[in-house]
């Protein structure tokens, strides 16, 4: 069964930073390009970053410079290291994974607030 569990999400300030985890079990982890999406409150879902299985990456416009997304194959895991919160970056976070099929995780939500 394929399970991915994102984690690490919250509150935090504007500025402030916050570091995203998903853990993924049941697939070959090291063959599925990786990726962060996120859902802002009544917007449809829109990508954040990815990260290829070759390490390649892609960033939206809107994160570029702030996030980074990097994965460790050798834990299972993707992870969003997010720099100078905005409060439009208030979303629920998914990840994916990708390799014949997606795979979702059940998101996490993360809010910037003063």
């Known amino acids: 069964q394929v399970q991915l569990v994102e984690s690490g999400g919250g509150l935090a300030q504007p500025g402030g930073s916050l570091t995203l985890s998903c853990a993924a079990s049941?697939?070959?982890?090291?063959?599925?390009?990786m990726g962060w999406y996120r859902q802002p409150p009544g917007k449809q879902r829109e990508l954040v970053a990815t990260?290829?299985?070759?390490?390649?990456?892609n960033y939206a416009d809107a994160v570029k410079g702030r996030f980074t997304i990097s994965r460790d194959n050798a834990k299972n895991t993707v992870y969003l290291q997010m720099n100078s919160l905005k409060p439009e970056d208030t979303a629920v976070y998914y990840c994916?994974?990708?390799?014949?099929?997606?795979?979702w995780g059940q998101g996490t939500q993360v809010t910037v607030s003063s």
């Open positions: 994916k994974a990708t390799f014949n099929q997606d795979y």
């Open positions: 049941g697939i070959i982890f090291w063959l599925h390009d």
């Open positions: 990260i290829t299985r070759t390490r390649t990456t």
